[in-house]
C-alpha cells in the first residue's frame, strides 16, 4: 500500500523560505515520476511542480518558476520542494502526489496515482 507523508509546512513572512518533505513507503520515487501540487482555500488544486527522477527533468508552474525547487533523494525515498521568496499569494495546502506512468509531467490532479495528506503553507 502507497503511503506519501508530507511535513515542513508552517507560518512565514512574505520573502522567506520553507522545505517541504514527503516520505513515501510502499513507493520507490525513483522509479517513478512526483509532483507537488496546492490549493488555496475557494481554489482548485493545481500543479507546483514534477520531476522525473531518472533524467533529473524537471517542470514548474510559471508562477513559482525561479523561486521553487524540486528535487529527490533517492538513498531517503524521499521528494522535496524548497520554497524561497515566498509570497502570500504561495499560501495553501501543499500535497505531494505519485503520477500515474505515462502522465510524469502532467499539471492534471486527475493524472495523479496517490496522494499525500497534505501540509498547509502560510504566507503573510
Known amino acids: 500500500q502507497v503511503q506519501l507523508v508530507e511535513s515542513g509546512g508552517g507560518s512565514v513572512q512574505a520573502g522567506g523560505s520553507l522545505r517541504l518533505s514527503c516520505a513515501a513507503s510502499g513507493y520507490t520515487w525513483s522509479d517513478s515520476c512526483s509532483a507537488w501540487f496546492r490549493q488555496a482555500p475557494g481554489k482548485e488544486r493545481e500543479r507546483v511542480a514534477n520531476i522525473f527522477p531518472r533524467t533529473g527533468l524537471t517542470d514548474y508552474a510559471v508562477s513559482v518558476k525561479g523561486r521553487f525547487t524540486i528535487s529527490q533523494d533517492s538513498a531517503k525515498n524521499t521528494v522535496y520542494l524548497q520554497m524561497n521568496s515566498l509570497k502570500p499569494e504561495d499560501t495553501g495546502m501543499y500535497y505531494c502526489?505519485?503520477?500515474?506512468?505515462?502522465?510524469?509531467?502532467?499539471?492534471?490532479?486527475?493524472?495523479?496515482?496517490?496522494w499525500g495528506q497534505g501540509t498547509q503553507v502560510t504566507v503573510s
Open positions: 502526489a505519485a503520477m500515474k506512468q505515462g502522465y510524469c509531467l502532467s499539471a492534471n490532479p486527475r493524472d495523479v496515482a496517490s
